[in-house]
C-alpha cells in the first residue's frame, strides 16, 4: 500500500515524499487504530478521535452537505483540513470533479494512513493536491485560483483543537486571496451603476438597430475572422488585406484603429465595455459610418450614439433587462453567453451566425518577442512590478506566465489567464462541428484550438461571395415595424418604474435624516431612548422602503455594490448592543444615502432617454 502511494507522491511531489520517508513507521506513539459503533476504521490521535464514532462516513456526507451549498466546477476548489483515515477527502473526491487541495497538519499522521490506507488513484488525479504545511496550500492558491472561482473549507471537527493555529492561520491568510482575487468582483459592483446608465440612454438608439438572434445562422459554410490587437495581429495586416474576399471579418474595439490605420475596415467591429470606448474610437470615429457595429445592452453610450453602417444587438444572460427583449420581441433576439474578453463575445456571436470555420488573429494572449499590443508597445514594468501603459486597466495588472503551442513559458498579463481559461472551458464544452483556428502561433496555448500559421489557414480558401450588407438590409426591412414596437415596450415597461422611484427617492431623504438623529439619541443618551413608539414607527418605515427598493428591478441592479457592502456590514451578533446598534444605524445611513443618490440619477437618465424616445418610431408604428 505505501508503495502505491508513494510512487504518486514522489513523481507529484518529491519534497513531500522526502519528508515523509523519514518517518520511521515504528517510531509514531500517538496513533491508535478503533473501530466505530457501524464498525468501520477509525484512527485517534494523541488521544483523540479523528473520526465520528458512531459513523465516520456519515460524518464525511453530513460535514461535506452543510458546507458545499452549490455545484463547483472543475476550477473551482475544495481546501480540506485533516486527512484522518480519508472519509471527509474520499467524500469530497467523489461528489464534485473540482480541484481539491489536501492538508494533513500532522506528518505521521500522514505517514501511518499511506502505509495502510490505498489513495494512490486519488492522489495520481491532476485535480489534487496534497501537503503538510500551509505555506505549500497559500503558494497554490496564489498560483491557480482566479476571479470567479469558488473556494470551499472543509475539515474535520477533532483537527479544530489538534491543529487550531494551523487551521486559523490557513483560513486567515486564504480567504486573504480569495478576497483580493475577488477585487474584480468589487469591480463588477463599480460597473453596475454604470451599466444601468448606459442601458437606459442607450434604448433610443436600439429602434434601428437588430438583436443577433434575427440573423441566427445567416452565414452558414463560410469562415470568420476574428481580429484581437495582439503583437501578431500586425505580422498579417497585409495578408489579411490581400484577402478579404475569403472571410467575414470582426474585430475587437481595441483593434480597430489598428485595422483602419491599415486601410482596412472590417465587416463588423464589437463593444462591449462599460466605459473607456469613446478612447478606443478616437480619430477614428467616422470611419464607423463604413462597417457593421456590434454592442451590447449595457455598452459606453459615448460609442452608441455614433453613427454606423448598422448596428446589431447582442443581448447578454447577465443583464438582467435582456429578458424584457425577449418578452416584448415577436421574434426570438437570442439571449447570449456574457464574457470578460471582446473576443470570446465574438467567438459567440460567430457561432450564433452559423460559421462553419471561425479563426483568430492577434489573439496572443500573451507577449511574444516582449510586445504588448500590435500597436508595436514593448513591455515594460515600473518599481512595483505593475506594466506600464497609457490604458488605465493595463496599468494596474502584473506578468504571470503560460505555456505556448511548445510547452515553452511565456510572459502574460494576470488576467489574460482568465481569457485562456474561460476559452478552455468553453471549448471542453462545445458540442458543435466548428473549426477554430489560432493564427497567433507563437502566443498562448489555448486547448481546443487548431495552431496554424496564417499563411496555412488562407492557403486552402476561396473567394465567396459574403453578401453581408444585402442579407442586413433584408432582415432590418422584413422586421422594421415589429422590432420597433419592441423597443417601445421595453422603454415603457421601464419609463413606468418612474413614479415608483421617485416615492423611494423621498422616502430615502426622509429616512436618512431619521436615522441620523437616531445615532445622535444613541451617542449622546442611551440606547434606552431608542424604544418608542416614534422609533418603531421610523424601523418599520426604514425596512419597508429598503425591501421596495431591493424589489425595484433598475435600483436593485444599480445598488448590487451597495446591497453587498450592506449586508457585509451590517451585523446580527448583539442588537441591544450600543455598538451593533450605532453600526448598524451608519450602515443603514450609508444605504440610504446610496438609495437617494441613484434614484436622482435614474430618474434624471429616464427623463433625457424619454426626450430622445419620443416621436422616433410611434409614427411607423402607427
Not at 461535506?64 to 484522518?84: A, E, Y
Not at 500532522?106 to 501511518?112: Q, S
Request: proline letters at 2%; glycine letters at 4%.
Amino acid at each position: 500500500m505505501f508503495e502505491k502511494n508513494m510512487k504518486v507522491i514522489k513523481q507529484k511531489y518529491p519534497e513531500l515524499a522526502e519528508r515523509i520517508e523519514k518517518i520511521d513507521l515504528d517510531s509514531i506513539e500517538n496513533i491508535t487504530v478503533t473501530e466505530a459503533e457501524n464498525q468501520d476504521l477509525i484512527i485517534g490521535y494523541k488521544e483523540i478521535a479523528l473520526h465520528s464514532m458512531v459513523d465516520p462516513v456519515r460524518e464525511a456526507r453530513a460535514i461535506w452537505n452543510k458546507i458545499v451549498k452549490s455545484d463547483l466546477r472543475k476550477n473551482d476548489v475544495q481546501i480540506v483540513f485533516g486527512l484522518g483515515l480519508g472519509y471527509l477527502f474520499k467524500r469530497a473526491y467523489a461528489n464534485t470533479n473540482s480541484k481539491i487541495i489536501l492538508i494533513e497538519p500532522f506528518a505521521e499522521i500522514l505517514r501511518f494512513v499511506l502505509q495502510h490506507v490505498n489513495l494512490s488513484a486519488e492522489l495520481a488525479d491532476e485535480r489534487v493536491y496534497i501537503t503538510d504545511n500551509v505555506k505549500d496550500v497559500i503558494n497554490k492558491l496564489k498560483e491557480e485560483y482566479l476571479q470567479g472561482d469558488k473556494a470551499e473549507f472543509l475539515f474535520l471537527p477533532a483537527y479544530t483543537s489538534l491543529a487550531r493555529e494551523q487551521l486559523e492561520e490557513l483560513t486567515e491568510k486564504a480567504m486573504k486571496i480569495v478576497e483580493e482575487k475577488a477585487s474584480d468582483v468589487n469591480t463588477i459592483f463599480y460597473f453596475a451603476p454604470r451599466w444601468v446608465r448606459n442601458f437606459i440612454v442607450n434604448i433610443p438608439y436600439f429602434f434601428e438597430s437588430r438583436p443577433l438572434g434575427f440573423f441566427k445562422d445567416k452565414f452558414a459554410d463560410k469562415t470568420a475572422l476574428i481580429l484581437a490587437a495582439g503583437p501578431s495581429l500586425a505580422e498579417n495586416i497585409e495578408k489579411i488585406k490581400q484577402n478579404r474576399d475569403k472571410f467575414v471579418t470582426f474585430a475587437t474595439g481595441k483593434a480597430f484603429p489598428v485595422l483602419i490605420q491599415n486601410g482596412i475596415t472590417p465587416d463588423f467591429v464589437t463593444f462591449a465595455d462599460a466605459t473607456g470606448v469613446k478612447h478606443q474610437v478616437k480619430g477614428v470615429e467616422d470611419q464607423l459610418k463604413n462597417t457593421n457595429v456590434i454592442l451590447t445592452s449595457r455598452t459606453d453610450f459615448h460609442v452608441v450614439e455614433l453613427e454606423a453602417k448598422n448596428k446589431i444587438l447582442y443581448l447578454p444572460e447577465t443583464d438582467p433587462f435582456s429578458e424584457l427583449f425577449r418578452k416584448y420581441s415577436e421574434t426570438d433576439p437570442g439571449i447570449y453567453r456574457s464574457a470578460s474578453s471582446v473576443s470570446i463575445i465574438n467567438y459567440f456571436i460567430a457561432k450564433v451566425l452559423g460559421f462553419s470555420t471561425i479563426a483568430f488573429a492577434g489573439l496572443d494572449l500573451a507577449f511574444p518577442d516582449n510586445k504588448i499590443y500590435a500597436t508595436g508597445e514593448n513591455l515594460e514594468l515600473d518599481e512595483e512590478g505593475y506594466i506600464k501603459s497609457d490604458s488605465i486597466r493595463a496599468s494596474t495588472r502584473t506578468v504571470k506566465f503560460v505555456k505556448d503551442k511548445n510547452g515553452q513559458n511565456i510572459q502574460t498579463r494576470d488576467d489574460y489567464i482568465i481569457f485562456i481559461r474561460q476559452f478552455e472551458e468553453i471549448f471542453e464544452e462545445e458540442t458543435s462541428l466548428s473549426r477554430v483556428i489560432n493564427t497567433s502561433v507563437k502566443g498562448a496555448y489555448i486547448k481546443g484550438m487548431d495552431y496554424i500559421n496564417f499563411d496555412k489557414f488562407i492557403e486552402n480558401l476561396s473567394s465567396q461571395e459574403l453578401g453581408i450588407d444585402g442579407m442586413i438590409d433584408e432582415v432590418k426591412t422584413a422586421t422594421d415595424n415589429k422590432w420597433k414596437k419592441c423597443i417601445q415596450n421595453v422603454f415603457n415597461n421601464i419609463r413606468n418604474q418612474k413614479s415608483e422611484i421617485l416615492e423611494i427617492k423621498e422616502k430615502a431623504e426622509l429616512i436618512f435624516n431619521e436615522i441620523q438623529n437616531m445615532l445622535t439619541t444613541v451617542e449622546q443618551e442611551d440606547i434606552k431612548n431608542l424604544e418608542n413608539e416614534r422609533y418603531n414607527e421610523a424601523r418599520q418605515n426604514l425596512v419597508k422602503t429598503r425591501k421596495h427598493a431591493m424589489e425595484n428591478l433598475i435600483l436593485k441592479n444599480s445598488l448590487q455594490g451597495e446591497l453587498w457592502r450592506f449586508t457585509k456590514d451590517y451585523r446580527t451578533d448583539n442588537v441591544f448592543n450600543k455598538e451593533v446598534v450605532v453600526n448598524n444605524l451608519k450602515t443603514e445611513k450609508r444605504l440610504f444615502k446610496r438609495i437617494y443618490n441613484h434614484s436622482v440619477k435614474i430618474l434624471e437618465w429616464l427623463d433625457n432617454a424619454a426626450e430622445k424616445t419620443e416621436g422616433s418610431c410611434i409614427e411607423t408604428i402607427q
